[in-house]
């Protein structure tokens, strides 16, 4: 007998979706996720845009995938309890060329399905966005923007409600296959199961390569950003884009669902898929280019820079495919390999989940779930109630009394909530990610301390084991002095 029905390799956005929409079944499910939290890669170093499906090829996945789940993100948003607003998008142009290839893309995007599509001249351009800098656009008044850390936790944690088994720091590190079962080795133990899916993201091509599917070519493309003060947030109702090439959606000005702005992003190859420092040179290319765009910043409004990688997969000539989805009877019977799921995988995942479930029924019938239940509930964030809302909170919990991050407003409670996860991650930025907890100007100034002290007390960490995010990245050595 096999440990699961399944074992989802990966716990990003499409593989905690995967887990997710298999929860619906009578199957037993693991994720084995390599980091000691879910969305700590691509998942959550993106720029949060629910695309409208306008960008991508006629007829391929990324099209399909990207319509329909910019369609069903408010209904996701409903019953997951993220923030996900449709407040539409510009991509900006100034040159007759320019404007011809906004043409050919807004053709392209209703063939594909996206709705709405329509150019508009300087004087609407500017009813929707005053502050750009641009004499027209092609407006698309169904994307919008998404909170991607509070997307995948949800996801991920109403898995887990549904009974799917998430293994944090466990990264695999081997795969065989013997009479129909698949024994998985991490770096922490062995999982054997009948099924396997390949969500690893960034380490697709790995995980492929241990599945015997191999002779895949996957780079790594780095993007880095600049996030500003929220103080610029009403500046930018909407994501301002400039006219995308055929390999490059060019930089953005877009705002988040938090209200900050993000100036980016950068686009270079790399073979590096764990660093995520971001260059000098980088950030004053950035600063030029939205300039040009949106000139109503200054470096004083930089709060951090940031960086993301996307893993793509290219064929022999260096060209970017489509998302390859397969499972190869052949070779590996009973494993659904994901290749290249790079941008809209944020805005796809939930399709995606929804088509690996479709090659599984295909080979085996799966039975519904009667009891899966698809509502999560978030933790509600205090800053966002009226004064007499949040009285009878501090009245229920006086730990709602106690701010932990000013910044943000960020109560004791909330805290509390966020260490008491589903998933049991314990790291600085779990708490942060759960809560925008040091995401304001003085980035934990304040907080990070507060925050520490908690998950001491809470989880009865000694301080020299608390990290701030990724295995080895402690936050103390030892005291300054003895009290």
Known sequence: ???????????GAVG????RELSRYRLSIAVLEKNLDVCLETSGRNTGVVHGGFAYDIGSLKARFCCEGNRIMGDLSEELDFDF???????????????????????????????GLVMVDRARLHELVPSVEGEFALYSPNSG?????????????NAVKNGVRYFLDNEVVHIDYSAGIYT???????????????????????????LGITGYRVIGSKDDYIILDSRLGKLVPMPIYTVPSNTYMGIHVSCTTDGNILLGPTAHDTDDLEFYGVEKSNVDALYESAMALWPHFTKADYIRTYSGILPKLIDENGKIQDFRIEIRDDIAPHAVNLIGIESPGLTSAVPIARYVIELMNEREKLSANESFNPIKKGIRPFRSLSPEEQREMIEENPDYGELICRCQKVSKAEILQAIHNPLG???MVSIKYRTRSMMGR??????????????????GLPEKDIVYEREGSYLFTGKVREV
């Open 1 to 11: 007998m096999s440990d699961f029905d399944v074992l989802i390799i990966g716990g």
């Open 16 to 19: 905690s979706a995967i887990a």
């Open 85 to 115: 607003k449709r407040c539409g998008k510009v991509l900006v142009g100034n040159t007759e060329e320019e404007y011809e290839s906004l043409l050919r893309t807004k053709k392209q995007g209703e063939i594909n399905g996206s709705v």
């Open 145 to 157: 923007i998404i909170d991607p850390f509070g997307y995948t936790i949800a996801l991920a944690e």
């Open 184 to 210: 998985v080795t991490t770096k922490r133990g062995r999982f054997t199961s009948r099924w396997v899916v390949n969500a690893a993201g960034l380490g697709c091509k790995k995980i492929s390569d241990m």
């Open 425 to 427: 991650a314990s790291t």
């Open 442 to 459: 003085c980035q934990g100034g304040y907080c990070q301390m507060r925050i520490s002290k908690l998950l001491e007390e809470e989880l």
